[in-house]
């Protein structure tokens, strides 16, 4: 199994850090390119009720541990919505089947260049 090291998670945190709104905005790219559905699985969360304030912390940690993962160079497999889930997730998928939420990121209606917007709003520092 693949891990990153602290020094390597440590040095993606300054990176990230010191960007400026275009690199931010490159590396959502970038992540949009390599991780399509780690991506989605966090810009979905607004459709599914979770405010701006806490969105720009879940992108955050996104642009953090992508930076880490490119860092650490490891080659990191395509994270798919169609690998098993565990029965917690698989309890929360029904959950949410029965409360009529949308089961993609296009069924949600979300935007490949939602990070963009978020991050020329000023959601994201």
Do not use: Y
């Not at 010191?18 to 607004?46: C, N, T, Y």
């Not at 996104?62 to 098993?84: H, R, Y």
Request: charged share 25%.
């Amino acid at each position: 199994m693949s891990r990153i090291s602290p020094n390597t998670l440590a040095q993606a945190i300054t990176k990230v850090r010191a960007m400026d709104r275009k690199q931010k905005e490159g590396l959502a790219d970038e992540i949009f390119r390599a991780q399509p559905h780690l991506l989605g699985s966090v810009l979905v969360q607004q459709r599914l009720g979770v405010s701006l304030e806490k969105m720009e912390f879940l992108i955050d940690i996104l642009f953090i541990c992508f930076q880490a993962m490119k860092d650490s160079g490891l080659t990191w497999p395509l994270i798919n919505v169609k690998e098993p889930r565990s029965k917690a997730s698989k309890g929360l998928t029904l959950s949410s089947h029965r409360n009529g939420w949308p089961a993609s990121q296009a069924a949600a209606g979300m935007k490949p260049k939602r990070v963009s917007a978020l991050i020329q709003r000023g959601a994201l520092r």
